[in-house]
């Protein structure tokens, strides 16, 4: 017995702490403090607006931190309709589902309200008695989601119902002694933002770089024949020794398709990740659309693969991966038809935002979240085609960039880690500051 600790259903704790219940978390002087969002039926793609209430998703919840890419409202007549699933800057919000489930995010203060997805819980906490800081870490220590992950149901995607939720044991220690753990941790927190300010300074850089090498605005030494350019039809300026083509002349659609998902696993197209493992970011629809037909196209390694709602926004990308797999019939699969294609180029400018321009040019749809880039018209496109070994140079730099980014990047998965073994001694009261 260790001396000034005590035995409880959680372990050895410090004798001022208690065990409590994770409903004891949430606000008793606000309505709604802890609750879900609303049912799926009651919150549908028909109520999305292009402006009005932001709807936090299940993507926007990130492992302790907001995620901010993805945006979508509804107006602020439905948002009052379902108050009770409003949620507040300052406030937590959980996830029910996904990996990993139970994580936890504050709510931004960019918007004095939002209203949840039905995947969402909204935890207001009781100031008075708890930390908000506190308890935001403890919710994302690998302490805690043990438990969640215990009662969470579900094989392949988790989940946690709130009932259930709400019973789940806590470790409070005082709220004096919650607000020096707190501050603890900030010190690493504030060494972590730094750390994600540099990438990103280093990801801006590298994607201005990108752009002006991949269109020809900037020449390697070496390469440069000819002064002057020429216009392609949507105004994109390019070195005259440059020839003007089209995706046609290069790509070509990959129409093989297949119902055997063990031989071909599916797979899914996110922004931030390309071609990956599906998620719950997959999207419901293309499901059931390809539930109904029971076809899946495939994808190559190397090939080219774009979502044609979200085109617009950067859903493209080149399959790193090196076996077949299939993705929704959906989407749209390219190879190349000719050996003088340097597949990284063309990925990458696809992935300019110059480009995301364009294709926000030739979207055809009446409502802006149902414009869709049609394939006919994206192989219509003019692109660049310099010689093979320029491609091939430009590519070369742009990889040397994204290396550099690749090393911030382990050193900013070094100090999370460092937060997160931090976190499992001070939450659980096996390391003590007072």
């Not at 949430?26 to 109520?47: C, E, M, N, Q, V």
């Not at 506190?134 to 988790?158: E, L, M, W």
Request: glycine residues 6%.
């Amino acid at each position: 017995m260790r001396e000034g600790y005590k035995e409880t259903k959680l372990g050895w704790i410090p004798e001022e702490w208690v065990v409590k219940k994770f409903t004891d978390f949430a606000s008793r002087h606000k309505k709604w403090s802890i609750t879900g969002g609303p049912f799926g039926s009651d919150l549908k793609t028909s109520d999305y607006a292009e402006n009005g209430v932001r709807i936090i998703q299940l993507q926007n919840i990130g492992d302790g931190a907001f995620i901010d890419d993805y945006k979508i409202f509804t107006s602020i007549q439905k948002a009052d309709k379902l108050i009770s699933s409003n949620i507040y800057p300052g406030d937590i919000i959980l996830s029910k589902m996904g990996e990993p489930v139970a994580r936890a995010c504050f709510i931004p203060n960019t918007d004095n309200r939002y209203v949840m997805a039905s995947d969402g819980i909204r935890l207001s906490i009781d100031e008075r008695t708890f930390d908000s800081k506190f308890v935001h870490d403890y919710i994302n220590s690998s302490f805690f989601r043990k438990s969640a992950k215990k009662v969470s149901t579900g094989s392949t995607r988790q989940r946690i119902g709130l009932p259930i939720l709400k019973k789940l044991d806590v470790i409070c220690p005082p709220l004096s002694e919650q607000k020096v753990i707190a501050d603890c941790l900030s010190i690493w927190d504030r060494s972590i933002e730094i750390q994600t300010k540099l990438i990103k300074s280093k990801k801006e850089r590298r994607k201005a770089l990108m752009q002006q090498l991949l269109t020809g605005k900037i020449r390697l030494k070496g390469f440069e024949k000819e002064k002057g350019n020429h216009s392609t039809k949507l105004g994109l300026q390019i070195p005259c020794d440059w020839k003007i083509i089209k995706v046609k002349d290069l790509f070509e659609e990959r129409k093989e398709t297949s119902d055997d998902q063990l031989k071909f696993p599916l797979f899914s197209l996110t922004i931030e990740k390309g071609i990956t493992n599906k998620t719950d970011r997959y999207e419901r629809s293309f499901l059931l659309r390809d539930q109904e037909s029971n076809l899946y196209k495939l994808v190559y390694p190397n090939d080219i693969v774009f979502n044609p709602m979200n085109l617009r926004f950067g859903s493209i990308a080149k399959s790193t991966l090196n076996i077949i797999v299939s993705v929704s019939a959906y989407y749209n699969s390219l190879k190349t038809k000719i050996n003088n294609v340097d597949i990284n180029y063309y990925e990458a400018l696809f992935k300019t935002p110059l480009f995301i321009n364009f294709y926000d040019r030739i979207a055809i749809g009446s409502l802006n979240e149902k414009k869709r880039v049609h394939l006919s018209n994206f192989l219509e496109l003019d692109i660049p085609y310099p010689s093979f070994e320029e491609q091939n140079a430009i590519v070369a730099i742009l990889n040397t960039a994204e290396k550099e980014i690749k090393m911030e990047k382990l050193k900013l998965v070094d100090l999370q880690k460092q937060k997160k073994g931090l976190m499992q001694q001070l939450l659980t009261g096996k390391v003590r500051l007072v």
